[in-house]
C-alpha cells in the first residue's frame, strides 16, 4: 500500500543524547519548518501532525522578509514593484517567499541538518539569492542558523525570521506567562502594518515584569534588548517553575508574539502563541529598518534557538 505524502514533503528526525536527556526534533523539507522538538520527552514546541499543513505558519521560515509588506508594494531605485499579495484579508504580502517552497538537504547528520533553497526573481523581487538554514541540536534544544548568500549581479535585501509555536511541555498555553526584555512596542493600524514605535514603560505591552498567556490578545512586534551577555531572551514559564526559553542572537532585535485561541490541538482547539524572532520589523523592505543589504557575492548570517533551561 502507498504511503501518503506528508504535505510538507520529507521529514528530518534529528537526535541527541545530552546530559540534560535526549534531545528530538523533526523538521520538514517544505518551508524547512520545526515540526516538533523535545527535550527528555518534554515538548519546546505545540508541533503539529505529519498530514497537516503548518497550522498559523507554525515553525516556517520568512525570507527575505518576516511580517508584512503594505500592499505587497516597496519602491527600488525609483522602481515601483509589486509582491503577490498573500493575506489577501487584509491586502498584504506576508512572510516572504518561502513558505511553500521545497528545500534540498546541503548536509545531514543524526543531530543536524542543513537545508538550502534560492529565492529567485519574481513579482515584486528581481534578487537572487541562496539561503540555508542549519538546525543542530544541542544539550537543552536547538540551535537555528540561517544565511544568505547574494548569487545575483545586483545589491539585493534581506531580512529573516522564524515562526515558532512553543510548548512547556504538557503544560496548557493558558497556564504560562512570557516575560521579555521589551523596550518598543510597533504601533500598527487595522492592517496590521506599522506606524511607529512607542515606549512600553507603563503599558500593557511592558512583558518585562511577565504577561499571562490566558489575558494576552497579542498579534504584536517589539524591539528587545539583550541581557548582559549580549543574548536576547523570551520565556515562557509553567506554574510548577519549568520553562521554555528562546533566545536570539543580537542581530534579532526584533520580536513578534502571536496569541490564538484557536490552535490545532490533539483534542481540538486550544491556545497557542508563537514567538517569533526577527532581524527586522514588518514593512521592513519600505522602511529599511533591519533590512541589510548584500552585495554580489557577499554572505550574512545569524542565529536564534529553542532551550529548555537547566
Known sequence: MTRIAAPTGEQFHLRHDGAHGTVEATITEVAAALRLLSVDGHALVQGFPRESTPPFGHGIVLAPWPNRVRDGRWVHEGTALQLDITEVERSNAIHGLLRNTPYRVVEKWDDSVTLGAAI????????????????????????????????????????????PFLAVGDHLVDELTITARTVEHVIVDDRLNPDGLEPVAGTLFDLSDGVA???????????????????????????????????QGREWEWLQVFVTRIFPGAHGQQTGIAVEPMTAPADALNSGIGLRWLQPGESWSGSWGICRPA
Open 120 to 163: 529567485v526573481p519574481q513579482h515584486g523581487w528581481p534578487f537572487h539569492l541562496w539561503t540555508t538554514v542549519q538546525y543542530a541540536l544541542t544539550g537543552n534544544g536547538i540551535r537555528v542558523t540561517h544565511s544568505a548568500t547574494n548569487i545575483g549581479t545586483h545589491a539585493a535585501p534581506i531580512a529573516f525570521g522564524a515562526h
Open 213 to 247: 498567556v490566558k489575558d494576552a490578545r497579542f498579534d504584536d512586534a517589539w524591539r528587545v534588548e539583550p541581557d548582559g551577555d549580549g543574548i536576547i531572551r523570551t520565556v515562557l514559564s509553567a506554574p510548577d517553575g519549568t520553562e521554555t526559553e528562546l533566545w
